[in-house]
């Protein structure tokens, strides 16, 4: 097993701290009693700090298993740890001044930090296209069933960016042509499959971890990832058809 870098135990320790800081957000809906629902609620840092803070850590852990140059990967890592902190305290100091993160262009500010966010989720799909693409182009490392585990995982988290970006640039739209609030509505058939799309990369190379401490045959644990990566395509083939009916 290898020994953590500092720039790995530097990204895992931002993504926890992500994580607690989604966690102490739940504490203060809880205390302040306002709305988790709608464009200006304590809903978005307490899951996207949940989120991004998970994903940091486990696209710290799973791109161990490519194989790409040390200089390189760390180089990633260190960037998209820093975009992953820009976008959760853009989106907590929203839900602190009680204006929507995304999409709102109303002052010279809220305009800056949404276009900040909106450029951050580029930078965000930049990298995590490259950790993807390695993982097809030589067969990552690992246990019995992690290579097809990682390679589904980037393969759907990649239908989670997709997903996001299209929630984005329909927000976008919709606010340039005078449509507000509607933009702040459009996003709502998309984010079943960004949501079920963006933890493949953490669940299924998890499974394949989980099942080499087992004493189940190669064979078996393959089988068992193969099975499970197909679970977690119909899942995300049911909310692609969700948001399609819906949209």
């Given at each position: 097993?290898?020994?953590?870098r500092?720039?790995?135990r530097?990204?895992q320790?931002?993504g926890l701290?992500l994580?607690?800081?989604?966690?102490a957000?739940l504490?203060?809906?809880?205390?302040?009693?306002g709305?988790?629902d709608?464009?200006?609620?304590?809903?978005k840092?307490?899951?996207?700090g949940?989120?991004?803070g998970?994903?940091l850590?486990?696209?710290?852990?799973?791109?161990?298993?490519?194989?790409?140059?040390?200089?390189?990967?760390?180089?990633?890592?260190v960037?998209?740890?820093?975009d992953?902190?820009v976008?959760?305290?853009g989106i907590?100091?929203?839900a602190w001044?009680?204006?929507?993160?995304?999409?709102?262009?109303?002052t010279?500010?809220?305009?800056?930090?949404s276009?900040?966010?909106?450029?951050?989720?580029?930078v965000?799909?930049?990298?995590?296209?490259?950790?993807?693409?390695a993982?097809?182009?030589?067969?990552?490392?690992?246990?019995?069933?992690?290579?097809?585990?990682?390679r589904?995982?980037f393969a759907v988290?990649l239908?989670?960016?997709?997903?996001?970006?299209?929630?984005?640039a329909?927000?976008?739209?919709?606010t340039?042509?005078g449509?507000?609030?509607?933009?702040?509505?459009?996003?709502?058939?998309?984010?079943?499959?960004h949501?079920v799309?963006?933890?493949a990369?953490?669940?299924l190379p998890?499974l394949?971890?989980?099942?080499?401490?087992t004493s189940r045959s190669e064979?078996?644990r393959?089988?068992i990832?193969?099975?499970a990566?197909?679970?977690?395509a119909?899942?995300v083939?049911?909310?692609g058809m969700?948001?399609?009916?819906?949209?």
């Amino acid at each position: 097993m290898k020994i953590p870098r500092p720039a790995e135990r530097l990204c895992q320790a931002t993504g926890l701290v992500l994580v607690l800081s989604g966690l102490a957000h739940l504490v203060v809906f809880a205390v302040d009693s306002g709305p988790w629902d709608g464009p200006v609620s304590w809903r978005k840092p307490v899951t996207f700090g949940l989120s991004f803070g998970v994903t940091l850590i486990a696209v710290t852990w799973v791109t161990s298993y490519l194989r790409i140059g040390d200089r390189l990967r760390t180089v990633l890592l260190v960037v998209f740890a820093a975009d992953c902190v820009v976008e959760v305290g853009g989106i907590t100091l929203q839900a602190w001044r009680r204006v929507p993160s995304h999409l709102d262009m109303e002052t010279p500010f809220d305009t800056a930090v949404s276009m900040t966010l909106a450029v951050g989720g580029g930078v965000l799909v930049a990298l995590l296209t490259v950790f993807a693409v390695a993982s097809f182009r030589h067969r990552p490392t690992g246990p019995a069933g992690m290579p097809l585990a990682v390679r589904s995982g980037f393969a759907v988290l990649l239908v989670a960016l997709a997903s996001g970006a299209a929630m984005i640039a329909r927000g976008v739209v919709l606010t340039r042509t005078g449509h507000q609030e509607a933009a702040y509505h459009s996003t709502a058939p998309l984010k079943p499959l960004h949501g079920v799309s963006l933890h493949a990369v953490l669940v299924l190379p998890l499974l394949a971890r989980l099942l080499s401490r087992t004493s189940r045959s190669e064979r078996v644990r393959e089988r068992i990832v193969t099975v499970a990566v197909g679970c977690y395509a119909a899942t995300v083939a049911g909310a692609g058809m969700w948001a399609v009916l819906t949209y």
